[in-house]
């Protein structure tokens, strides 16, 4: 590890020289690409030149254990101490920030929830998600937009799409995709039984167009009414958009605007990103095993999270972690979560390279 961490240094110091050369610096292309590395790599240049710096430490410190001074001798043995535990602390930061980057950690999202088993209230609770994921987004800055939605009498949601912008939205919130579980007595239930009912998040990295190109003659483009709830122009005309991708049979439909363009534009970006998807998923698959599927068939028995009504309390399956203050993360108090998952996520990582 000592090796690839020196390499990565002395990269570092061969970039700072190239971005100060004025000859590299008229080339705005080439510099831009320079500053980038650059940038990528100075968090694990800086950790570990204070290890180093803790090594020289730890290595005068310890010829001290043989002066004659008893006291100096007990306050060397003290020193050496916290040294060690400092070298040790940035060993773990080290190995962290050499785990690969997610390139997409950056992109803002598009988020898919759709109500799974249950019915109506398997409709609300998807509601419920979506202001769970709205005020998290709040908390954190960023910029919530329905894309799409498809909404039930009594208030719920069939299916309700996202753009959620801001700075590293896909960093966290890729960890919600899956099947959410909820036990709860509905309010539609007279006999006060509990219920269990699902709903299944989906969460893409939003890509722009040079991402992906889609070919204007693999696409069908239909336009019809709009229709649901209210609105002056539901109805009268023709602004709803239905995008199909004929290679694939992806289809996706907006309606939500009264301006067909504005409809279309967010169709085009929902199939770019799922289109993204797909091609991430064909590249893991040619390197490691299949992936399983983000969201199962929205079975009960699939869930990745429980929410249960009745003992105040969220489980996320994946790593056993419990809370009981359910309503305090159903108000978008998400991070203790999110946070332990992205342990759990290094950790795993950290099992698979090769660091000695």
């Avoid at 800086?46 to 006291?71: A, P």
């Avoid at 329905?146 to 890729?174: C, H, P, Q, W």
């Avoid at 249960?308 to 419990?322: C, E, M, S, Y």
Wanted: hydrophobic share 35%; with cysteine.
């Amino acid at each position: 590890m000592i090796d690839k961490l020196q390499a990565i240094e002395d990269r570092y110091v061969e970039l700072s020289q190239k971005i100060s050369d004025p000859e590299i610096i008229s080339n705005v292309n080439e510099w831009r690409k320079y500053v980038k590395e650059h940038a990528a790599i100075e968090d694990i240049v800086l950790k570990y030149r204070e290890y180093k710096k803790v090594i020289e430490d730890i290595n005068s410190t310890k010829e001290l254990l043989s002066s004659d001074d008893l006291e100096l001798r007990e306050m060397a043995e003290e020193e050496l101490l916290k040294l060690e535990e400092k070298k040790e602390e940035l060993l773990k930061e080290i190995k962290v920030l050499l785990i690969p980057k997610d390139p997409n950690d950056e992109k803002n999202v598009i988020m898919e929830i759709r109500a799974g088993a249950g019915g109506e209230e398997a409709a609300l609770f998807a509601h419920d998600l979506f202001r769970m994921y709205s005020m998290y987004a709040e908390k954190k800055g960023w910029k919530v937009e329905i894309m799409s939605s498809n909404e039930t009498d009594i208030g719920g949601f069939k299916e309700v799409i996202l753009n959620i912008s801001g700075k590293g939205a896909y960093s966290r919130l890729k960890y919600e995709s899956g099947v959410h579980r909820v036990q709860r007595v509905p309010t539609t239930e007279a006999g006060g039984r509990i219920h269990t009912s699902t709903a299944t998040v989906a969460v893409l990295p939003e890509v722009e167009e040079v991402d992906v190109q889609i070919n204007p003659n693999d696409i069908k483009i239909d336009v019809f009414r709009s229709g649901g709830h209210g609105g002056q122009s539901v109805n009268t005309t023709d602004s709803a958009v239905r995008v199909t991708h004929i290679p694939t049979g992806i289809v996706v439909t907006c309606q939500d605007e009264r301006s067909q363009i504005q409809n279309r534009e967010r169709a085009l970006k929902i199939l770019r990103a799922k289109l993204y998807e797909m091609a991430l998923e064909e590249q893991e698959r040619e390197i490691a095993e299949t992936r399983k599927s983000q969201v199962g068939t929205g079975e009960r028995s699939e869930r990745i999270r429980t929410y249960n009504f009745p003992q105040g309390r969220v489980t996320d399956h994946r790593i056993g972690l419990t809370l009981y203050r359910l309503q305090e993360v159903l108000d978008g108090d998400l991070d203790e979560i999110i946070d332990a998952l992205i342990l759990n996520d290094q950790a795993e990582k950290l099992k698979n390279m090769n660091l000695n």
